[in-house]
């Protein structure tokens, strides 16, 4: 049984004597991981810690604002970077998704390495969880915060590398997140990628493409707030398919409905949901995004897809 | 109320009247619409019809063997013509829908006037149907039979146009099959559209994908014979999605499952399918199609989507 609060008392203990008076910066995306790993350190080393939120302009509505509220409600130093210019050009004209991942993952570090070093920081703190640590030995996918396993030297980018929850599952990161006392909505929040909404956009990213993802993951998670699922979103097609607007024929974009139960997303579930919530959420997405003329759901168990497209 | 006896009759009599001692040939693709075309000239003028079937290499699976063998049965003169290679050939580098219709349609016409050349007959009987003329009208979609509409000159591939259905809806042809007294594998058939599978391969055609999608055909087709539905069918992406095979990750691709329920194909629903047969149709495409990873279910009326993607 793990117990989560010898677990925060033990990795206090560790964050103090590794870290030493030195100090520490923490990217905080707003995801359960992350901002349990900044609560954490903060709790052991105080003001020697600077959360950063980087606006990559990937993110999912309101999410900016929300994060950085949170973090400040929480009394933590939290310093907010608009890098969603960089972030836009470093993907632009990459189709493929692991090109996609290294792009957002070279930008990601070379960000936070810069604010490191502006604020003369040498350790930087990241919530990698077990899942990440074992998919990315398996080949499975190259999460962006598994420096060692993928052959980043971290001295490249110029600091060293804290990872507080390295061990743990997800279930277990929510204890510690509940243990810790944070609000509900970031102890139960849903996992969302690294790299966010890019992964969620088939080939190409642009602005305008994560405009449409972006709208119709507001609308799904709207629509799913009840089911109480491990994950909900939308992905937004390359390919596109004829429909009827207004009477007339357009070739539009194609959005997928992705909901599924999990434990630990190592495997997971297509949950079978009503119909009368599907077909809502079609009628919305197709009815309040323009481009958008035809919705799919998504019936596949992992394996044998993975939970995200990408 | 349409009378499907008196329509036969005054067909008939209107038939022979045109084509005189003339004649004709039929390009029977083995749909509801086309059969009935050819069935209704063969009974109007005999032996001086000759039905084609062109394997373009984009028919359903055992369809060829089929369509041939029925109307042998019927007593019909019957040419079988292999033009597999020219048709991949026409549809090779065009990744555009209309792109790939056009290409169809240009090899479907020559392809046709060159084998009413040889047999130097006049007349070429098509079963365009009603809803194909208000597609066409409306700029829905350019069917492939419907030529005056779209201003291709018929003098041009050689030949004179009969379509003895282009005042009936889909429910009214049905109803001539059976005064006709054909098997009800052919009066209830699914609508198939004329470019095929081509149609359900997004992005470019190749003999790989077109085998890909027909094996996914089969089995939707298979899984929900009992659902009495319009239409059933599978659709193959040009996206590609992570998935896991054999405990490694791939890049592999992804297949939407299409069933609706419609009258005239003028309007149509998404059927609500029970999860149990999504899913079994799900596991199978996924387990007996090595390349696919990932299965949709298209949750989407139309309008705002069309039936078919493309």
Redesign the interface.
Same mark, same amino acid.
């Given at each position: 049984m793990f117990g989560a609060k010898k677990f925060v008392e033990n990795s206090m203990k560790d964050i103090r004597k590794i870290v030493g008076d030195r100090r520490v910066i923490s990217a905080c995306s707003g995801g359960v991981d992350s901002t349990v790993t900044t609560v954490l350190v903060h709790k052991a080393v105080g003001d020697k810690l600077v959360a950063v939120f980087i606006d990559d302009g990937l993110r999912r509505e309101g999410e900016p604002q929300f994060v950085v509220k949170t973090l400040k409600s929480l009394g933590i130093k939290t310093k907010f970077i608009d890098a969603k210019a960089e972030f836009f050009a470093a993907l632009k004209g990459k189709a493929d =998704?692991e090109e996609k991942r290294k792009a957002f993952r070279d930008k990601f570090y070379k960000t936070l390495g810069k604010a490191a070093r502006e604020e003369q920081i040498e350790f930087i703190a990241q919530g990698t969880i077990k899942a990440d640590v074992i998919e990315t030995v398996?080949?499975?996918?190259s999460q962006h915060n598994v420096l060692e396993q993928i052959g980043i030297n971290p001295e490249v980018y110029g600091y060293k590398i804290l990872e507080p929850l390295k061990e743990l599952f997800k279930p277990d990161v929510r204890k510690v997140a509940r243990e810790l006392g944070l609000p509900k909505e970031i102890s139960e929040r849903m996992p969302f990628p690294g790299p966010a909404l890019s992964l969620r956009v088939?080939?190409e990213v642009t602005p305008e493409k994560i405009a449409v993802v972006r709208k119709a993951t507001e609308i799904v998670e709207e629509e799913t707030k009840k089911l109480g699922t491990f994950q909900n979103f939308a992905v937004l097609?390359?390919?596109? =398919? $004829?429909? @009827?607007?207004k009477?007339? *024929?357009v070739?539009g974009n194609i959005v +997928?409905?992705r909901i599924v139960d999990s434990q630990d997303a190592v495997t997971a579930k297509?949950r079978?949901v009503p119909?009368e919530v599907?077909?809502r959420? &079609?009628e919305r997405i $197709?009815?309040e995004i323009p481009s958008v003329? *035809?919705?799919?759901?998504? @019936? +596949?168990?992992? /394996? /044998? &897809? +993975?939970i995200?497209?990408?």
């Open positions: =998704a398996g080949g499975i996918k088939l080939g097609h390359n390919d596109k =398919a $004829t429909g @009827i607007k009477g007339k *024929r070739y +997928t409905v297509a079978q119909y599907l077909m959420i &079609s $197709t009815g003329v *035809r919705c799919l759901y998504d @019936i +596949t168990d992992k /394996p /044998p &897809s +993975t995200e497209f990408e």
